[in-house]
């Protein structure tokens, strides 16, 4: 026997093996732990939930149900005057104090910005009478630096005559944060107004916790939106979801978020079942 070719190929094996095992910690998202399944009979008790009550979805029901940790989660850092800067020239602008928020100006252009971190802006520009889409939205945010790779486009919701509200989520290791977003309202193929609430995904706590299923979500989801005028779910997705806190940082718990085709949506956590406000 050849000890030498045969040590040689178990240091390959062995390195092969590390490669692999680091591939694992880095890349593959450590709160994604497999558990369950539903089953063939749950999801067809699930389309006839749906169709009792009256609504229709429009994609396929997730099957997984995984385990998921919390996120830690902290506020982000940009002041007021950082985000006036983004959207208004310095010179000419003018501020005002107005209870919770900081307002600025220029002309017909607004700034708002909340103490827990919602910034409004208001673009002050008329339609130009082209299309809108998607396309303008990612431009206006690219060309004043706020695009992020890890962003991605969520919903596309009509608004006003012409218009859509693209609403753009943060993601984390591949979860939706809906705590994270921007919505860029274009009417006429214009902005006119955006919105933002971003806070910043830390890590994972290391305790992991099976989550309901997308079926328990959708038996909470048909109570609490029985008066929703859409009766068309255009989503339902595990990703993570808090309210904006007086903290520097918090923690977030997973949700599954249900969506309907108007844009309104429904947030349960997805430890507790509990319908998150």
Same mark, same amino acid.
């Given at each position: 026997?050849?000890?030498?070719?045969?040590?040689?190929?178990?240091?390959?094996?062995?390195?092969?093996?590390?490669i692999?095992l680091?591939?694992?910690?880095?890349?593959?998202?450590?709160?994604?732990?497999?558990?369950?399944? #539903? !089953?063939?009979?749950?999801?067809?008790?699930?389309?006839?939930?749906?169709?009792?009550?009256?609504?229709?979805?429009?994609? *396929?029901?997730? +099957?997984?149900?995984?385990?998921? !940790?919390?996120?830690?989660?902290?506020?982000?850092?940009?002041?007021?005057?950082?985000?006036?800067?983004?959207?208004?020239?310095?010179?000419?602008?003018? +501020?005002?104090r107005?209870g919770?928020?900081?307002?600025?100006?220029? @002309?017909? $252009?607004?700034?708002?910005?909340?103490?827990?971190?919602?910034?409004?802006?208001?673009? @002050?520009?008329?339609?130009?009478?082209?299309? !809108?889409?998607?396309?303008?939205?990612?431009?206006?945010?690219?060309?004043? @630096?706020?695009?992020?790779?890890?962003?991605?486009?969520?919903?596309?919701?009509?608004?006003?005559?012409?218009?859509? %509200?693209?609403?753009?989520?943060?993601?984390?290791? *591949?979860?939706?944060?809906?705590?994270?977003?921007?919505n860029?309202?274009?009417?006429s @193929?214009? /902005?006119?107004?955006?919105?933002?609430?971003?806070?910043?995904?830390?890590?994972?706590?290391?305790?992991?916790?099976? /989550?309901?299923?997308?079926? +328990?979500a959708?038996?909470?989801?048909?109570?609490?939106?029985a008066?929703?005028? $859409?009766?068309?779910?255009?989503?339902?997705s #595990?990703?993570y979801?808090?309210?904006?806190?007086?903290? %520097?940082?918090?923690?977030?718990a997973?949700?599954?978020r249900?969506?309907?085709?108007? *844009?309104?949506?429904?947030?349960?956590?997805?430890?507790? *079942?509990?319908?998150?406000?």
């Open positions: 026997m050849d000890l030498a070719k045969v040590k040689t190929v178990l240091i390959v094996a062995f390195l092969s093996l590390n692999f680091a591939y694992k910690l880095w890349f593959v998202p450590q709160s994604l732990q497999q558990g369950e399944v #539903l !089953s063939s009979e749950q999801i067809a008790e699930t389309a006839e939930l749906l169709q009792k009550h009256g609504f229709e979805l429009v994609q *396929g029901l997730p +099957k997984q149900i995984p385990r998921m !940790s919390l996120l830690h989660v902290v506020r982000s850092p940009q002041k007021p005057e950082e985000w006036a800067d983004i959207f208004l020239d310095e010179p000419t602008r003018q +501020k005002h107005l919770d928020k900081t307002i600025f100006w220029v @002309g017909e $252009s607004i700034v708002e910005v909340m103490d827990n971190g919602k910034v409004t802006f208001i673009t @002050g520009l008329p339609g130009t009478g082209e299309e !809108s889409s998607r396309t303008v939205a990612e431009r206006f945010l690219r060309d004043l @630096g706020l695009w992020q790779p890890d962003f991605k486009l969520d919903l596309a919701v009509p608004w006003r005559e012409k218009g859509y %509200n693209y609403r753009f989520v943060q993601t984390y290791q *591949g979860f939706p944060l809906f705590f994270s977003t921007i860029v309202y274009v009417n @193929g214009t /902005v006119q107004l955006v919105e933002i609430e971003q806070a910043l995904a830390v890590d994972f706590s290391d305790k992991d916790v099976m /989550v309901i299923s997308a079926q +328990k959708l038996e909470v989801f048909v109570k609490e939106a008066n929703f005028p $859409s009766k068309r779910i255009i989503d339902i #595990l990703g979801y808090s309210q904006h806190y007086d903290a %520097n940082s918090w923690e977030s997973p949700v599954w249900v969506a309907t085709a108007d *844009g309104q949506a429904v947030y349960i956590n997805a430890f507790t *079942g509990e319908i998150e406000k």
